[in-house]
């Protein structure tokens, strides 16, 4: 077995504790169509397959180098949020349009979306479940021809989910990580081990993955203190990784150029099985909030790759481009802030949440806004999509069903549609904001908005805000009772996020605030079994879609536009940012 060969040659004993929380759960295939009827007993959720890291072998013959292009690609995206490029700092998910390009993991992926050995060679539990130990490769460089030591995971890890992080950290799952982090230690010349106060399972892929769904866990040069700004601020300015590619240049808010790194530690001069260097000289990635501007430039030969949309499908191909889908890339984010505190606003209540569901036509949003199953499918609830690990079909987003919706609000107390003698409702606001990854967010908010107005007689307003200002007034708790509309990366495992917004009665922004609901989270992150942690997962999903802190909208195949001098790329499942980039290949 894999597993067997890769901890034979360290000469590590494994436990089936250790062996099995090693395991990684691969990406998924791409979105299919709509299911039909539910059957009436409840299917096995779903596992998803699973690898351990992959050996690497003992003698290599480093073939030689991937055949560079000498011309530069020219990347258009909607948006990029926070400029930051510590992302414990930024608070915003458009950073992951170019974190990513420069920034290397501990674990990185195979094409299938797999864990393997990245920066680190492999990771391990003690035997009471307690202690992650990472080891790390030699040979590692970051971008200025330094090595990526241990010292500067131990930095790293420390200022992105410490204790001492909290005052500052912006990342909510940085925040839940430190709720359970006892301490972070060197352990070695090439290793560091976080200890956790509790076992908790989702470590490897939520704080450590290339894949994962959060840009943080990226491995930064270590700065004399934890925090400070003044250092920030310089970071910013002259920012350092030892990812793919290199900052050569930026303009705020237009431009930021990059270059090939050549040392890029993933290639077999390293002992790794293959050479992950991009294979073109230089990339340049613009600012281009409208979808009209960017496919123009791309019929204009001025782009070479960009997010679009279906309805600009024949433009593009009429230019000499295509489209092409990477699955599972972005689900919609129905919060429900703060409403578990059911003694000041209706959304405390379960049945009223459930009647904003159940007014939603879901498939409205998917034929009108998207075009189809082809790029937004109405399945899964929340984070939890087909290629989930703990998905069943009863997770599905509940029907279009009005009159049901209107019988929930008046058994609430909130009688429709005049409401002659019931409670008042009051004025509910929905925030979103303009998307980095998907199209159409702000018009989904307006539809639902619509909806609740004509079905519920709820007075909705939606509110377009910037997207790094909403989420800092939602972790501080101030859009309790209110709505945010917002995307959402999908992920394999959705362990950080459970951890995070069900179970971390600590933090403000935690969607529930209910013992048991936090028990359940507990109990489900603990089990070690590889047959009894999608069981487990699946029946806290399933308690907290008829609980409805959130609602379950469906999610979106990502589509991107290559222009015609892309001959290929393979972008990676559930990402709805850059991935795969050193399969892009120009003709």
Same mark, same amino acid.
């Given at each position: 077995?894999?597993?067997?060969?890769?901890?034979?040659?360290?000469?590590?004993?494994? @436990?089936?504790?250790?062996?099995?929380?090693?395991?990684?759960?691969?990406?998924?295939?791409?979105?299919?169509?709509?299911?039909?009827?539910?059957?009436?007993?409840?299917?096995?959720?779903?596992?998803?397959?699973?690898?351990?890291?992959?050996?690497?072998?003992?003698?290599?013959?480093?073939?030689?180098?991937?055949v560079v292009n000498p011309g530069r690609v020219t990347w258009m995206t909607a948006g990029w949020g926070a400029e930051r490029f510590d992302s414990v700092l930024a608070g915003t998910?458009?950073?992951?349009?170019?974190?990513?390009?420069?920034?290397? #993991?501990?674990?990185?992926?195979?094409?299938?979306?797999?864990?393997?050995?990245?920066?680190?060679?492999?990771?391990?539990?003690?035997?009471?479940?307690?202690?992650?130990?990472?080891?790390?490769?030699?040979?590692?460089?970051?971008?200025?021809?330094?090595?990526?030591?241990?010292?500067?995971?131990?930095?790293?890890?420390?200022?992105? #989910?410490?204790?001492?992080?909290?005052?500052?950290?912006?990342?909510?799952?940085?925040?839940?990580?430190?709720?359970?982090?006892?301490?972070?230690?060197?352990?070695?010349?090439?290793?560091?081990?976080?200890?956790?106060?509790?076992?908790?399972?989702?470590?490897?892929?939520?704080?450590?993955?290339?894949?994962?769904?959060? %840009?943080? =866990?990226?491995?930064?040069?270590?700065?004399?203190?934890?925090?400070?700004? %003044?250092?920030?601020? %310089?970071?910013?300015?002259?920012?350092?990784?030892? =990812?793919?590619?290199?900052?050569?240049?930026?303009?705020?808010?237009?431009?930021?150029?990059?270059?090939?790194?050549?040392?890029?530690?993933?290639?077999?001069?390293?002992?790794?099985?293959?050479d992950r260097r991009v294979r073109f000289k230089l990339l340049t990635l613009r600012l281009v909030p409208e979808e009209a501007t960017r496919v123009a430039a791309m019929r204009a030969?001025?782009?070479?790759?960009?997010?679009?949309?279906?309805?600009?499908?024949?433009?593009?191909?009429?230019?000499?481009?295509?489209?092409?889908?990477?699955?599972?890339?972005?689900?919609?984010?129905?919060?429900?802030?703060?409403?578990?505190?059911?003694?000041?606003?209706?959304?405390?209540?379960?049945?009223?949440?459930?009647?904003?569901?159940?007014?939603?036509?879901?498939?409205?949003?998917?034929?009108?806004?998207?075009?189809?199953?082809?790029?937004?499918?109405?399945?899964?609830?929340?984070?939890?999509?087909?290629?989930?690990?703990?998905?069943?079909?009863?997770?599905?987003?509940?029907?279009?069903?009005?009159?049901?919706?209107?019988?929930?609000?008046?058994?609430?107390?909130?009688?429709?549609?005049?409401?002659?003698? =019931?409670?008042?409702?009051?004025?509910?606001?929905?925030?979103?904001?303009?998307? @980095?990854?998907?199209?159409?967010?702000?018009?989904?908010?307006?539809?639902?908005?619509?909806?609740?107005?004509?079905?519920?007689?709820?007075?909705?307003?939606?509110?377009?805000?910037?997207?790094?200002?909403?989420?800092?007034?939602?972790?501080?708790?101030?859009?309790?009772?209110?709505?945010?509309?917002?995307?959402?990366?999908?992920?394999?495992?959705?362990?950080?996020? @459970?951890?995070?917004?069900?179970?971390?009665?600590?933090?403000?922004?935690?969607?529930?605030?209910?013992?048991?609901?936090?028990?359940?989270?507990?109990?489900?992150?603990?089990?070690?079994?590889?047959?009894?942690?999608?069981?487990?997962?699946?029946?806290?999903?399933?308690?907290?879609?008829?609980?409805?802190?959130?609602?379950?909208?469906?999610?979106?195949?990502?589509?991107?536009?290559?222009?015609?001098?892309?001959?290929?790329?393979?972008?990676? %499942?559930?990402?709805?940012?850059?991935?795969?980039?050193? @399969?892009?290949?120009?003709?």
């Amino acid at each position: 077995m894999a597993n067997q060969l890769f901890w034979t040659t360290r000469a590590t004993i494994l @436990t089936p504790l250790v062996l099995l929380l090693l395991l990684a759960v691969a990406c998924g295939a791409a979105a299919t169509a709509t299911p039909g009827a539910k059957p009436n007993t409840v299917p096995a959720p779903a596992t998803g397959p699973r690898s351990t890291p992959t050996a690497v072998p003992a003698s290599v013959t480093v073939p030689a180098g991937p055949v560079v292009n000498p011309g530069r690609v020219t990347w258009m995206t909607a948006g990029w949020g926070a400029e930051r490029f510590d992302s414990v700092l930024a608070g915003t998910g458009g950073i992951n349009q170019f974190v990513r390009l420069m920034h290397a #993991f501990p674990v990185a992926a195979n094409e299938k979306g797999e864990m393997i050995p990245g920066l680190a060679t492999d990771w391990k539990l003690s035997p009471d479940g307690l202690t992650w130990i990472v080891n790390f490769r030699e040979g590692s460089k970051f971008h200025d021809g330094s090595p990526v030591t241990a010292a500067d995971v131990l930095w790293t890890w420390r200022h992105e #989910f410490s204790k001492e992080s909290l005052p500052y950290s912006k990342s909510t799952t940085g925040s839940a990580q430190a709720g359970v982090t006892e301490k972070i230690e060197q352990t070695g010349p090439n290793q560091v081990s976080v200890t956790q106060k509790e076992i908790y399972t989702g470590f490897p892929v939520g704080l450590m993955a290339e894949a994962g769904p959060n %840009a943080i =866990g990226h491995i930064l040069p270590k700065r004399p203190t934890l925090h400070d700004e %003044a250092l920030e601020a %310089a970071y910013d300015n002259n920012p350092i990784g030892a =990812g793919q590619l290199r900052v050569t240049r930026r303009v705020q808010a237009e431009l930021m150029e990059m270059e090939r790194f050549a040392d890029y530690y993933y290639q077999p001069q390293n002992g790794l099985p293959e050479d992950r260097r991009v294979r073109f000289k230089l990339l340049t990635l613009r600012l281009v909030p409208e979808e009209a501007t960017r496919v123009a430039a791309m019929r204009a030969g001025e782009a070479d790759i960009a997010p679009a949309s279906l309805a600009t499908k024949k433009q593009i191909e009429a230019g000499g481009g295509r489209l092409i889908f990477g699955p599972e890339g972005v689900y919609l984010r129905i919060r429900l802030d703060g409403c578990w505190n059911d003694s000041k606003f209706p959304c405390g209540d379960k049945r009223v949440r459930q009647a904003l569901d159940y007014a939603i036509n879901k498939e409205v949003i998917r034929d009108q806004l998207y075009g189809g199953p082809s790029v937004f499918q109405a399945r899964g609830w929340a984070h939890v999509t087909p290629g989930s690990l703990g998905y069943s079909p009863e997770l599905d987003p509940f029907p279009f069903n009005p009159a049901k919706a209107r019988e929930l609000l008046a058994a609430a107390g909130y009688k429709t549609p005049a409401n002659p003698t =019931g409670k008042e409702f009051g004025k509910l606001l929905v925030h979103t904001w303009v998307s @980095t990854s998907i199209p159409f967010l702000p018009e989904g908010a307006q539809l639902a908005a619509d909806s609740w107005r004509r079905e519920l007689g709820i007075d909705a307003e939606v509110k377009i805000g910037e997207e790094s200002a909403i989420n800092a007034m939602r972790r501080d708790g101030a859009l309790a009772g209110q709505i945010t509309w917002r995307d959402n990366e999908c992920r394999v495992d959705g362990s950080s996020i @459970t951890l995070s917004s069900y179970g971390s009665p600590q933090l403000k922004d935690r969607l529930v605030n209910d013992p048991e609901i936090f028990a359940m989270v507990k109990s489900a992150l603990s089990v070690t079994d590889l047959k009894e942690q999608p069981v487990a997962l699946n029946k806290v999903y399933r308690r907290l879609r008829d609980e409805t802190p959130e609602l379950g909208i469906g999610y979106v195949n990502i589509p991107w536009a290559l222009g015609p001098r892309v001959a290929d790329w393979r972008p990676h %499942a559930f990402s709805f940012f850059p991935s795969g980039i050193h @399969t892009i290949t120009l003709k």
